[in-house]
C-alpha cells in the first residue's frame, strides 16, 4: 500500500491547513456521505467557482498557493489544480498534482502568438484516492468558458476518471495528450518554469506576458468581476 500520508500534509504551494482552505472544505463537504461525494463537491467548486484565466502572473511561489488562489477566485490549471488537492487535503481525501504536456488544438491566435505554440507544458490537474484507487479529477475550464466556447465540461462522478475531452461540440480537435509528467506530491515549480523557460522562452519575454496579462484582464474585468 503507497503511504498515503504525504498525500495528506500541507505544502507551502497546497496549503491545506491555512484557515480559508480548512474553512471552505468543511463547508463544501458537510452531509455528504462518503468521500466520493465530498471529492465531487469540492470539484464542481473549483470548476466553477475558481474562473479560469490564463493571464495570471504565473513566476513565483505566491502566484500558485491554494490560499491565494480561493481569494483571487480564477486561475489557470495549475492554480485550481493546487487548490482542489489542497481542499481534498483539507477533507481528509489523500490528493496528488499530475503534469502532463498537451496541444490544444483551439489555443486562440494571441494566446499562440504570446507563447509561440499551442503546446502546454505541465498542465496540471489532480488526482484524489477514492474507493482505493487514484482518480483523475481535471477541474480547470468552468462551465461559463466551456458553454461560450462549445467546448465540452469535464464532469467529474468521484469514480471515473475526468479528464479533458479530444474533440469539441463541434467535431473539432481539442485536446491532444503528448507527454505523461508524473504525479507528485507537491507542487514540482522549479521543474515547470524551467520548462517554461526552455518552451516558451519565459524569462525573456516576462516583460511581453506581463503586459498581455494586464491587457487581457482589463478587457475582462467588467464581465467577470465578482
Known sequence: MEDMERYLRPTPAINCDHPLIIEKAKALTAGKADGAEQAVSLFYFVRDKIKYNPYVELHELEHYRASRTLERKEGY????????????????????????????HLTSEKMKQAIG????????????????????????????????????????DGQHNAIFPSHDLDGKPHIEYVVDRGTYDDLPLD????????????QSTLEGWNDLITQENTKRSPKHSA
Open 117 to 156: 505554440t499551442n503546446i502546454f507544458t505541465y498542465h496540471g490537474y489532480a488526482e484524489m484516492f477514492l474507493d482505493n484507487r487514484w482518480v483523475k479529477a481535471t477541474a480547470v475550464f468552468d462551465i461559463d468558458m466551456c458553454q461560450e466556447n462549445r467546448i465540452f465540461p469535464v464532469e467529474f
Open 77 to 104: 490549471c495549475i492554480q485550481k489544480s493546487v487548490l482542489l488537492v489542497a481542499l481534498a487535503r483539507a477533507a481528509g481525501i489523500p490528493a496528488r498534482l499530475h503534469h502532463a504536456d498537451i496541444r490544444n
Open 191 to 202: 521543474e515547470i518554469l524551467s520548462a517554461f523557460d526552455k518552451l516558451y522562452k519565459l
